[in-house]
Every structure is written in structure tokens, then in C-alpha cells.
């Protein structure tokens, strides 16, 4: 009958309830007042009686209006006329009916034409009443007729039951319309009261919520209301504009997310660019040495793709013993929490054995929890090799030095012997040295080689200057002080590993500036030449000279010790001074 | 031949001083307001009777001025022409029928009234008696002795029940029943009263009146007047008789009537009025009835009721309707 949404909608239920209310007090009024109409009717009927014969006692009074039974008959008839009266009688007290018959009955009734009209044409009046009451239901209503004090006889009222009920009915009737017509403009009156009310801010608040939820974020109640609507308009209304704030803010918030994201993940993207491009295989692992992520590199270098390696673990990718072996270090950094850096070898997915640099380095939270490793690994089998091919080269030439060196010394030994010894026992001097100042074997290699030769500059001067016992001229001084500047110029193309022209250059220069040939002082002058020029000093010294005889060797330590600090590096005279005082050190020539 | 002018001027004027005081008296202009209770035709007779008859002598317009008022049957209508009448200080004030009679008795005390076709004015308690009415009342009757009524209809016909029809706001109605209810016993008639309130219940309640009873009288009642000829319709097709003694009714296909002239009952009434307006007192002139009176039969209704007519009866018949 009704569509769905009109009988859910709140105005529609709000119609029927008020409808059903008015019409069940409406059926209740109605049983009430029928109930009480038929009292009343028969009410107002003996009253009516009670009136008659009132009326006739006060006829009876006056002998000038009542001659005869014509007034009785009048009264009576007077009395039918009423709707709910069949017939009204008068009667003395023998019983003697004093009224007419077409004076006491309403013959207007075709109920009361169809009794009498059957009866014989000469029945009498007390007959027809009989009949009557046998035949329709008829309610007898009797009032006496009294005349001060005495009872002169009585009016009966005949009522038509049928007419009673019917005049009920119609009561009723005109009360349910009535009530109808009362129920409608009630229920009218309520409805647009209630739909001005409540139904429409209601309605437009629901229309509100609807445009709300389909986006319209600015959308706002607007009707005139007053009281506890008006508080609920306004509540809505600010709600909804919290509501609209806080879906933009969220709005906002998921745009700058998305960013955020779009940022991180472009940054994925470039991490993801260097890692692969790195020409290094890089890889995250999580605490149980699972692969977490690894970059491109990793893929070529073990044969699968970077995607399929997420969750292996080196047991599933390598050959068994280098897998263990990486585990073991990962364990290690994992309980050490240091970084580790190793080389190590690596078979290739070709099966081509390579070399490889690891650095492995723990991961941890911002707890500080440890979460895994990373690793990253180059190939260096190139600088390994070339390394290894160095390393031959450099013991190659050091051999070739090392027999130029001993053809040198050699050659310096036929011209020059003295100086040949000096030489060595010098360089044995020197070695010993740097070996006590716990020096690097290059350092000792270098003072080694450098030692033998340190006056190779000496060949070019004359003999004579070089053997001559007495005291040089200044002339034959400034040659000599020249030796060490010669000896740079004879070594300075050689190919070695080591400075060893520069050594021997440096060899006379002294702490302070004071040396020769080029005043160098302190940090200018190498190790090797401070070492070279204080065993030069000890062992020239301690040792015999053409031009003297040997001063001893506490001249040496005292000449070095007095001048520590000063011409000598303070390191190296301790160094000596502990070889001889307390290592028993003795000056020989040294062996090659 | 100047004195016999100026002797004849005198004369002359002597002549006249001495008649101008009778001429003025002479044409003294006479007020006379006549009521009518309603326009039934028996009324309108009794008005033309009065009228012509106070023409005869000399009481005719213009010399005197009448005011004919009718008050249509209605009892409101009535009240108001009485206030009328009471209000214009008329001369003398003719009443007809009983109703308007009883109106104008109680209001207007101080003017001479004089009723006609008042069926009882002793009954109704507008005269003392009928020698002298004690009042400024006097008049003439329509009654017709209830016996005359009772014993032509026993000539036509062996009736047993006589329904009247009356009307109880009705005086004059009223009275005619009592007449006849005090004289059912001796003519072994029983009258059975039919009491008649409006036009509307008279179809409702004669069938059944019709049904029960051998004869109807038609007593003088406005209800009565207005739905007759329904009643005798009704009546003839019962072959029952129908009898009243208002010659008008007659007229409407009544069957019999025992009537008094309405016509001679007016001139009657007439005669009356002009001994008041010569200075007579109403009191002192005697209310009478017509000593003689019509039998008429509506013969069209014989006919259609298939009446036999007893030829006795026939022979006594003084007036035959068509």
C-alpha cells in the first residue's frame, strides 16, 4: 500500500501511532458514552412519565381545561410524538384505559401499522397494547398519578426497545464522526505540529548526514528551531564541522603519506640503482643468517635472481665449505659486534675461483637490539695478482740491488779498504739499531742495503786527500763534505725499492741544521740516514783511521751520548747506547 | 328683487349651518377590520356574506373604511394582525372562525367584536351564554345540532364507529368532538377519536382508521382542510362514508354534508355589526345559528364509492354537487 521507505520514514509511524491511539480512544469513548446514553435515554424517558403525570394531576386540578377524556387524549398524543414512545396511556386506578386508541398509539411506525393492521377492525385499545408488547420488544415505563397525596390512577409510556438501541446507535454514530472529526484535526494539528517540530529538522538532518557522507564536508543544517532542536542543530552543526576538519587533516595526512611514501620508495629506487651499480655484491641478513635482501651483483655472482634469494641462506647458494666458512663469520661478527673485514676465496656460479674482499658489519635497532648483518663483498682476484706480481718484481730487484750493492762494495774494497770496513761495520751497527727500535723490515732492508755504499761518494776523491795523516785544508775539507751529494748522483738512477740515494745524501746532515751538504734538521732528515749518521759516528770513532789512531769506543758513546737530542736523534743514540752498555755488542763487518 | 336675493342668500345659508353638522356626522368615515383564520373556502363565503350585507345598509365602502386581514392558518400570523388591529382604534372588528375569534376576544376588550362561523362560542369560553355574551363580543354561529349530523348519517347508512378527525390546537375542531362524543350512546354510534397534528402523519395513520371504522366525520380543522382530498380518496375507495357540516368540504368531494350557508351565516353576522354601529352594545344582542340547513351529497363521490343511496334519503337532499 505504502512504499517501503514512506512506512520506515519517522513521520509516517509518528501518523499511525497518533491514528491508533486517537481511534482506540475512540472506540473506548464511544462503549462509555453508549453505555451511558441507554441510561440516560431511559433516564430522560421516566422523566418524561414523571412530567406527564405531573401535568395531568395539575389538569385534574382545574375543572375548566379537563371536561373529558379529549384532554387525556391530547396529553398522550403530545407524548407519542417522541421517537423512542410506541404508545402512552392513561389509566384510573380500576385499571380502566381513559386515552383513545389513535390518540395513544404512534401510528406512524410501519412496525406499529404491520401489528395492528393484522388485528380485527373492532379490537379495543387494551388488546392492541397486548399485542404489542408480545410483539415487538416494548420497555414499560409506569408513573403514578397522584392528586394530594392520592394515587388517581397512572401514565404508561410504551418504548420501542429497537428504537432505544437505534437512537443509541445513532448516538454513538454521531459521536465515533464526531470523534473522527476531532481525531483528524488532532491528528492534523499534531502532525504539523510535530512535523514543523521535530520531523523536518530531523528530516533535514538526515539529508544533512547524507550530503556529509557523500563529501559535501561544508554542507550545514539550516532551519529556524528553537529549544532542545535548536541545541541539537547547532551540536550537529559543529560536529560536523570537527568532522569535516579532521577528514581534511586525515585527508592531508594520508596525502603527505603517500609522499612519504612515493619519497621512500624513490629512494628504494635510488638505493636499490647505487647498491645494484656498485661494482660489489651487497646483502642484508637477519639474525639467523637469512638473506634479507641482496642487490644485483649478488644475483650475476651466484646464478639466481636477487627475487628468489630472499630467505636462503649461504647453505642453499655456495659450495658447502665456503658457506661455512661465511656463516662462521657472521656468527662472529654477531658475538663480537664488530665490524670484520676479511679476504677471502670465492668459486663463482662458473665455477671460476675468485678472490674477495668482505666487509661485514652487524645491524641494530634503535633499541640497540641486534637485528642481522650487512655485507658487502668486491672481487679483488685483479689487485690480489697484481699484488702478488709486485711482491715478485720488488724481491727481483731487491736481488739486483742487492748484487749492484755487492759489486759497489766490492769495487770500494780494491780502491779503498778502510772505508770498506767502515762501510760494513757501520751498516752492521745501523742494523742492529733499527732491529732494537723494533723498526719495519723495510727500514732495516733499506738501512742494509743503503749501509755498504754510504760512502760511495769517496771515489771521486783524490787518495791522497782521503789517506793524508795531517789536518785537512779547508780546500780538501769542502771536497770531502761533497762525498755524500756524489754518492746521491751515482745511486740516484738506480731502480730500487728502497730511497737509498737520499739515505746517503741525508747520511751527514745533524739534528740541529749543523750538517751537510744541505743543513737539513729534525723531521727533514729520514730514519735511516739519523740511524746511518750515528753508527757512522760511533764506528769512525771506536775504529783506526789513517790519519789517527783508534779513540775507543766509550769516545764513540760519550762523543753520541754528549750530543743526543742535539746532533743525533735521541732515539736512536738510546737505542745504541743499549746495544753496547747492556747487549754486548760488538762492531765486525757483517756478512752479506 | 335685492331683498328676495339677500332673503334667498340667508335661507341659504341657514340651510346649510343646519345640515352641515349631520353631514359631517353622516360621513364620519366608519373603521372596520375583518380577520379571516385561513383562506378556506367556507371563510372567504362568510367574508362576501358580511360584506354584502353591510352594502345593503349602507355600510359599504366608502363609507366606512374595512380592513380584511387573513391570517393563512397560522397562530403566529393571527397574533400579529391582532396587535394590528389593536394598534388602529378601529370602530368595530369582525372575526370569523374560532381560532381568530378567541385571538382577538382576549386582546381587544375595548372594541365591539362580532365572530361568525364560531361553531361554540359558550364552549370556548368566549361567551358567557348564548342570550348575552356579557362582553364586547356578539356574533353568529355555524354550529349544526350533532343530532341533525348523527341521524343523517344513520339515514344513509348503517354506520356502527365514526372516526372524527380533529385537530388538537384547534378549539373549534375540538368542540364539534365533544358534541359527538356526548351523543354516540344514544345513537348507538361509537365516535372514535382521530387526533391530527400535522398534514404529513394523515397518510400514515387513516388506512388504519380507514380500516377500522364504518364512517369519518371531518371536523373544522386546518389539517383537515389541506389534505382532504386525500382523505376522501382514501375513504371512498374503503366505501366509507365521509360526512361534515362545512359546506366548502362538500365542494372537495365530500360525500355529505349537513351544513349551515357560510354565505347567509355572514349576512347573518352583518346584521349584527350594524346594530353595534348604530350604538347598540354586544352584549346585548343574542348569538345565533341559522335554523335551517343544507343537505348536500356529492354525487361524483356517490359514484366512485358505489354508495346506495337510499331514495328517502335522496328526497331530503336540498343542494347536489357535481
Known sequence: MFNKKLRQSIGFKFLIIVSAILLASTVVISTLIAINERAMLRYSLINKGNGLASYITKLSKDPLVVKDRIELDIIVNQAIKDEE???????????????????????????????????????????????????????????????????????????????????????????????????????????????????????????????????????????????????????????????????????????????????????????????????????????????????????????????????????????????????????????????????????????????????????????????????????????????????????????????????????????????????????????????????????????????????????????????????????????????????????????????????????????????????????????????????????????????????????????????????????????????????????????? | MNRIKIQGLVILIALVSMINPLCLEALAEKRIGVLLWSEELRYIETKNGITEQLGKEGFGEPAVKLTIENAGGSKAKLADITQKFAKAKMDLIIAIGTTATIAVAREIKNVPIVFSMVYDPVEVNIARNWKSSGNNTTGTSSQVPVSKIMETLKRFAPAKRLAVLYTPAEKNSIVQLKKLLRVQSDYQIEVVPVPLTNSEEVALILPEVIRTVDAIYLSGSSIVGKTISMIVDLATKAKVVTITHLDDLVSKRVLLGVCANSYAVGRMAARKAVKVLKGAKPSSIPIETLNNFDLIINIKTARAGQFNIPPSFMKSVTKVME
Open chain 1, 85 to 592: 414512545v410506541l404508545y402512552a396511556v392513561i389509566q384510573d386506578t380500576s385499571g380502566n384505559l381513559l386515552t383513545s386508541q389513535y390518540a395513544s398509539i404512534d401510528y406512524r411506525w410501519p412496525g406499529v401499522r404491520n401489528i395492528v393492521s393484522a388485528l380485527p377492525r373492532d379490537s379495543k385499545l387494551k388488546d392492541i397494547i397486548a399485542t404489542m408488547k408480545m410483539q415487538a420488544g416494548v420497555i414499560e415505563i409506569f408513573t403514578p398519578i397522584t392528586s394530594d397525596a392520592d394515587t388517581i390512577g397512572k401514565v404508561t409510556l410504551g418504548l420501542s426497545e429497537h428504537k432505544i438501541n437505534q437512537q443509541v446507535v445513532k448516538t454513538i454514530i454521531f459521536i465515533i464522526a464526531l470523534n473522527l472529526v476531532v481525531m483528524f484535526i488532532i491528528g492534523a494539528a499534531l502532525f504539523v505540529a510535530s512535523k514543523k517540530l521535530i520531523l523536518d529538522p530531523i528530516t533535514e538532518l538526515v539529508h544533512a548526514t547524507t550530503r556529509f557522507a557523500k563529501g559535501e564536508l561544508t554542507t550545514r543544517v539550516e532551519i529556524k528551531t528553537t529549544g532542545e532542536m535548536l541545541a541539537l542543530v547547532e551540536s550537529f552543526n559543529l560536529m560536523m564541522e570537527d568532522l569535516g576538519k579532521a577528514i581534511i587533516s586525515k585527508e592531508n595526512e594520508l596525502a603527505w603519506r603517500k609522499q612519504a611514501e612515493n619519497k621512500l620508495r624513490e629512494g628504494r629506487r635510488q638505493l636499490k640503482a647505487i647498491l645494484d651499480n656498485i661494482p660489489a655484491i651487497a646483502w642484508l641478513k637477519d639474525k639467523e643468517s637469512r638473506l634479507v635482501a641482496v642487490n644485483e651483483p649478488f644475483g650475476k655472482s651466484c646464478g639466481f635472481n636477487p627475487k628468489d634469494l630472499v630467505g636462503k641462506t649461504d647453505l642453499d647458494i655456495w659450495p658447502r665449505d665456503l658457506a661455512e666458512k661465511y656463516r662462521a663469520d657472521d656468527k662472529e661478527v654477531m658475538e663480537s659486534g664488530k665490524r670484520k673485514q676479511v679476504e677471502e676465496p670465492l668459486t663463482d656460479s662458473k665455477g671460476k675461483a675468485l678472490w674477495i674482499e668482505t666487509i661485514k658489519t652487524p645491524i641494530y635497532d634503535e633499541q640497540g637490539n641486534f637485528v642481522g648483518t650487512a655485507g658487502i663483498a668486491r672481487d679483488i682476484t685483479k689487485r690480489r695478482k697484481a699484488e702478488e706480481s709486485l711482491k715478485e718484481t720488488l724481491e727481483s730487484l731487491r736481488k739486483a740491488v742487492g748484487t749492484t750493492i755487492q759489486v759497489m762494495v766490492s769495487a770500494i774494497e780494491v780502491r779503498d779498504p778502510y772505508t770498506a770496513g767502515h762501510q760494513l761495520r757501520s751498516t752492521d751497527l745501523a742494523r742492529a739499531i733499527a732491529t732494537e727500535m723494533e723498526l719495519s723490515q723495510d727500514t732495516i732492508d733499506a738501512i742494509r742495503m743503503a749501509g755498504p755504499i754510504h760512502d760511495i761518494g769517496k771515489l771521486s776523491i783524490p787518495a791522497e786527500i782521503l789517506s793524508k795523516p795531517t789536518k785537512l785544508t779547508n780546500n780538501e775539507f769542502d771536497l770531502i763534505k761533497e762525498h755524500p751529494r756524489t754518492g746521491f748522483e751515482i745511486l740516484k738512477d738506480v731502480k730500487s725499492p728502497w730511497p737509498l740515494a737520499e739515505i746517503i745524501y741525508q747520511h751527514h746532515e745533524r739534528m740541529d741544521g749543523s750538517g751537510y751538504p744541505r743543513n737539513l734538521k729534525g723531521d727533514e732528515i729520514l730514519m735511516e740516514a739519523r740511524i746511518l749518521a750515528v753508527a757512522d759516528v760511533v764506528e769512525a770513532i771506536a775504529s783506526h783511521r789513517p790519519y789517527r789512531a783508534a779513540l775507543g769506543l766509550n769516545a764513540a758513546l760519550e762523543e753520541i751520548e754528549r750530543n743526543k737530542g742535539t746532533l743525533y736523534d735521541a732515539d736512536v743514540v738510546d737505542a745504541c747506547l743499549r746495544l753496547f752498555l747492556e747487549k754486548e755488542f760488538h762492531l765486525q763487518r757483517p756478512g752479506f
